[in-house]
């Protein structure tokens, strides 16, 4: 039995399979930690972006070993999962049984084949007194808009963990040409074929990000909690809602079919696995008595965007009252996690701003609509809950900006009453945007007219989070280029938070 080009050969009278090439092209991963465990995460694929991607459409045994120390001299847990090809030969093996808060190494093996080796930490024991948590955030990584070296900075943080938020992948057709708001240039790398649309589609797009060695050395070294933004399945989509007009029942076949990928290519728990256009990412994360991280959803629940989605305005629509961005039962569950937790720091890791920045340039008013400004009923049902339960030092973690910002957060900033309810950090891009600058002119012209804006700076890179039950601490880490591999790191910025405070202090 052979497939792909017949990359593997099969025997019944084969003990082992006999991969033609290099079964791990896609590296692993490790997701989801627990105080007992975490996911890990591979994907068979000797031939990655070819359909079937070189295997068999049939099931693979899959070795696995998790490991006290880098060496493998002492195996904690190991075993056997199947690689199916109705999951394009994924594994998530969900391991349990090992001890809280500390670091644990991990690889696989099919045939006669060995997986590179993944670091990943359990996370502490409920309840424990938790002095610090060091963690990274990432996201927005458009392939062909510059390289990954900032993912290989984050591998060499020794990170407790790293969260994304999304835009794993970017959708559109590969394009030679990139038209930038200063002009046509030239993308450094390329997608490979049109807009993706099909399973195969998603596949291989994930397949060419997952090639990179720089994303695979971030994945290897520390756990990750990943969640979805929009790229992933279509621009600004919203619950069964693109915006070119497609029958919702058609665009729930490309949303099936991306979900499944997603899933396919991440290393998140059974609990999330894929129901038709539906799967299951809101979800939490505990650090002791330090941190609470509330994982959500702001697209799969969202009602369309008001206003036609037109940038820098604002209509009436940004005022209905039945307007969603996490849906009844996700805001009920984060509503009841804010209120019961008893942890220090209790953390929004979400997409889309929060911060209501006016954008408006020419003296009027006008919101990017994609955020939490263009849906005002729900934003303020939000910080109204945090403000009137009294729910302190709580922090919010967002993305799609492409820029790095910090702000406070107050349920008017037009009108503000009184000190911030909380405060939010938003991480820039990894790639996308290409190379930037330091202070775009539109930037500065937005700080200087929102006065809770503390900061903004355009360039890529990521943020490290140090947290210890005195003060939150982020770091924004920015790279000089991407579009050539050699760009170098610095710290652009560093702002603290103090226990029990909503104001941004300069570290």
């Excluded at 090992?98 to 690889?107: C, I, K, M």
């Excluded at 729900?378 to 973690?397: A, G, S």
Aim: charged share 25%.
């Amino acid at each position: 039995m052979a497939g792909g080009g017949a990359s593997l050969a099969w025997s019944r009278a084969l003990a082992q399979p006999v991969f033609a090439e290099y079964p791990f092209q896609l590296g692993v991963a490790a997701g989801d930690p627990a105080p007992d465990g975490f996911v890990i995460w591979t994907r068979l694929a000797p031939r990655p972006l070819e359909p079937g991607h070189g295997m068999p459409a049939a099931p693979m045994a899959v070795e696995w070993e998790v490991a006290s120390d880098s060496a493998f001299a002492q195996v904690v847990r190991k075993g056997e999962a199947i690689a199916r090809p109705e999951l394009g030969h994924s594994v998530h093996v969900e391991v349990a049984g090992l001890a809280p808060g500390r670091p644990y190494f991990y690889r696989f093996a099919a045939g006669r084949e060995r997986s590179g080796v993944g670091r990943a930490r359990t996370t502490p024991a409920l309840g424990d007194k938790v002095a610090r948590v060091r963690f990274g955030v990432v996201g927005c990584q458009s392939y062909e808009q510059g390289y990954y070296t900032a993912h290989r900075k984050v591998a060499g943080e020794e990170l407790d963990f790293v969260y994304c938020y999304g835009d794993y992948i970017y959708e559109g057709r590969g394009s030679r040409l990139w038209n930038s708001p200063d002009g046509p240039r030239e993308n450094p790398r390329q997608h490979l074929g049109g807009e993706i649309y099909s399973l195969d589609d998603y596949r291989r797009r994930y397949a060419q990000y997952k090639m990179d060695a720089d994303l695979q050395a971030s994945h290897a070294s520390a756990a990750w909690f990943s969640v979805w933004d929009d790229h992933e399945i279509d621009n600004n989509w919203a619950q069964a809602i693109d915006q070119d007009g497609t029958d919702p029942a058609v665009f729930r076949l490309r949303q099936q079919s991306a979900m499944q990928a997603f899933y396919e290519n991440t290393p998140l728990r059974r609990s999330a696995f894929p129901g038709g256009a539906s799967m299951q990412i809101y979800r939490r994360a505990r650090y002791g008595d330090l941190l609470d991280l509330n994982l959500l959803d702001t697209r799969q629940f969202r009602s369309d965007q008001p206003c036609e989605g037109r940038w820098a305005t604002t209509c009436p629509g940004a005022r209905d009252a039945a307007a969603q961005v996490l849906g009844e039962a996700q805001e009920r569950w984060l509503f009841g996690a804010l209120a019961g937790s008893d942890a220090r720091w209790k953390v929004l890791a979400q997409q889309v701003m929060v911060m209501d920045l006016n954008r408006d340039q020419q003296g009027g008013l006008g919101y990017n609509l994609d955020t939490w400004a263009g849906y005002q009923i729900p934003r303020e049902r939000l910080l109204r809950h945090v403000r009137d339960r009294r729910i302190k030092n709580v922090v919010v973690l967002t993305g799609d900006e492409h820029q790095n910002y910090a702000g406070e957060l107050h349920i008017d900033g037009r009108q503000p009453e009184g000190p911030a309810v909380a405060t939010e950090f938003v991480t820039t891009s990894i790639s996308s945007s290409g190379d930037g600058v330091d202070q775009r002119p539109d930037g500065v012209r937005i700080q200087s007219q929102n006065p809770f804006l503390k900061f903004n700076n355009a360039q890529r890179g990521y943020a490290v989070c140090d947290v210890t039950p005195e003060r939150w601490q982020t770091d924004f880490k920015v790279l000089d280029k991407v579009t050539s591999r050699d760009g170098t790191l610095t710290t652009r910025a560093t702002w603290v938070v103090p226990n029990g405070e909503t104001n941004l202090v300069r570290g």
